[in-house]
Structure formats: structure tokens, C-alpha cells
């Protein structure tokens, strides 16, 4: 049996620290585990602040892009 997997995405644009993360952490509080939150944003030290607080709550980061600016992270949560 396959399990489908729910992709919830938030976008983060103009925002800066912390704002990017404390709405990471509400968007995680409201999910269910094994579901997966994508977080796309223009500011990459969000995205390296992101990556950061995910994994060091337990999380699972299965995808983390940085393009100039923009960033793109993918969170299993545990």
C-alpha cells in the first residue's frame, strides 16, 4: 500500500528573521508527522536559519536549495 503525502508550502517572501522561522515552527505545530512542509523564500540566511531550527527539532530536511537569494527547503516532520 502507497502512502500519499501531503505537500503543504509556505511562502516566505519579504520576510526577514525570525519571522521566516516562527512561522515555520506554527506552520510544523499544525501538521501532522510524516507530512511535508516546503518553505520557499528571497532571503537565504532565512533558509539557512530554517534548516537549522528544523533539524534541531528533530525534523527531517529532505530537500534544501539556495539560488542567489532564494531558497527552496523541504521538512518531513518527526
Do not use: Q, W
Amino acid at each position: 500500500m502507497v502512502k500519499i503525502v501531503e505537500l503543504k508550502v509556505l511562502d516566505c517572501s519579504d520576510l526577514v528573521c525570525p519571522l521566516p522561522v516562527a512561522k515555520t515552527k506554527k506552520m510544523l505545530n499544525s501538521m501532522a508527522n510524516d507530512e511535508i512542509l516546503e518553505v520557499k523564500g528571497d532571503f537565504s540566511e532565512a533558509g539557512e536559519n530554517i534548516k537549522r531550527f528544523a533539524e534541531s527539532h528533530g525534523h527531517e530536511v529532505v530537500d534544501f536549495k539556495i539560488e542567489g537569494e532564494y531558497y527552496s527547503i523541504k521538512i518531513k516532520k518527526k
